[in-house]
């Protein structure tokens, strides 16, 4: 087009170059609610801007909402503005032009430029239908890189199952408190596994029950083998806070009696696994992930199904139930780091339904 902007070949190299400019902030994903609107606009949010941008369409239309198209204007010198409305179903993705489009002149290419009478600008679009087994293969609508994953607050990992991002920030300082306090009346400790390994996970439990295990196996108990106490009880900003989270993907009325508290310090993982000692399966299972991030293994119905990796930070809540319920889940080996507030360490609370 005549520009002299060139692009790195690598998506890393074209962030270093923005983030060197101060623009470090993702592309906002935007959930309208009834009556919202998003206004004509460009998103051009600093001095670099890559020229392709992709929409994503996650509800369906018709079903989840009516009205609300997608449009795209194209302003054309002494012409009128083409407006062209683009029909999305779930799941298709447009790639359109963040500012200007290559538009061949006489001689060579050209870009269009709003501010010129001569040339145009433009937001043209080309429309792409995924194939339906792409949401199916993906069973998820993370589908596409980091840059879009990182910006939604709610990403749906399966039938049933919702990553809440940051959902527990509110109360960050209330949990941290309530952690410390917990921890010196039931220390973390090793656990053993009924296979006779020292797990790498430390863990502690508060609640009317406490998840165990030993040599003889799994279980829920209402007293700390440690000290043959009962377990602390759940702090009420616990507890609200699973019930809240629980509601927030779909499932009211939960009322955790038990919360597992994981410690990893890096190089702790947990392997592949179902939560299978509760009594039973109606309820789901909330997870809060404290300090430093991890990468959560969240697989299918079978052992052997190939587990999405799904990156969790500080302040996020995992919810799975219903459908996903009985999903292996698991723990990639903490890696190296530091957190303001934890330090070198990751701690997870799992509310769950025991008894
Ligand atoms: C668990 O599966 O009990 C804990 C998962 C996690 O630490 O995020
Ligand atoms: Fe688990």
Not at 260 to 274: C, E, T, V
Request: proline content about 7%; charged content about 20%.
């Amino acid at each position: 087009m005549g520009i002299a902007v060139r692009y790195p070949k690598r998506t890393p190299d074209f962030l270093k170059r923005c983030h060197a400019a101060g623009q470090t902030r993702h592309t906002a994903a935007a959930a309208l609610r009834p009556g919202d609107y998003n206004c004509l606009h460009q998103d051009l949010y600093g001095e670099y801007v890559f020229p392709l941008q992709v929409a994503i369409l996650l509800a369906d239309p018709g079903e989840d909402f009516t009205g609300g198209e997608f449009v795209l204007t194209e302003h054309r010198p002494r012409m009128q503005s083409r407006v062209s409305v683009v029909p999305l179903r779930r799941g298709d993705a447009v790639v359109f032009a963040v500012h200007h489009r290559p538009v061949r002149g006489r001689r060579a290419y050209y870009p269009g430029d709003y501010a010129s009478r001569r040339q145009r600008s433009c937001s043209a679009a080309v429309a792409i239908r995924w194939a339906s087994s792409f949401m199916t293969r993906h069973k998820s609508w993370v589908i596409t890189p980091d840059l879009f994953e990182a910006s939604l607050a709610v990403v749906r990992l399966a039938e049933g199952a919702m990553l809440l991002r940051g959902f527990a920030l509110p109360v960050e300082v209330a949990l941290l408190d309530e952690i410390e306090r917990l921890v010196a009346e039931a220390p973390f400790r090793n656990m053993i596994t009924p296979g006779g390994y020292r797990m790498s996970v430390a863990m502690t439990n508060c609640g009317t029950a406490g998840w165990v295990t030993d040599r003889s196996g799994y279980r829920y108990d209402p007293l700390d083998p440690a000290s043959g106490k009962p377990w602390p009880a759940m702090p009420p900003v616990f507890a609200d806070l699973a019930t809240r989270a629980a509601a927030a993907a779909g499932y009211d009325g939960f009322d955790a009696d038990a919360c597992l508290i994981n410690r990893y310090d890096p190089g702790a993982r947990l392997s592949l696994h179902q939560d299978r000692n509760e009594h039973d399966f109606t309820a789901p299972i909330v997870s809060v992930s404290l300090g430093l991030p991890a990468t959560f293994l969240f697989g299918g119905q079978k052992r052997s199904d190939r587990p999405q990796r799904v990156p969790l930070a500080h302040g996020d809540v995992v919810v799975w139930g219903g459908p996903a319920r009985m999903v292996f889940h698991g723990i990639m080996p903490l890696a190296e780091g530091e957190h303001a507030q934890l330090g070198r360490r990751r701690i997870n609370l799992t509310f769950r339904r025991a008894l």
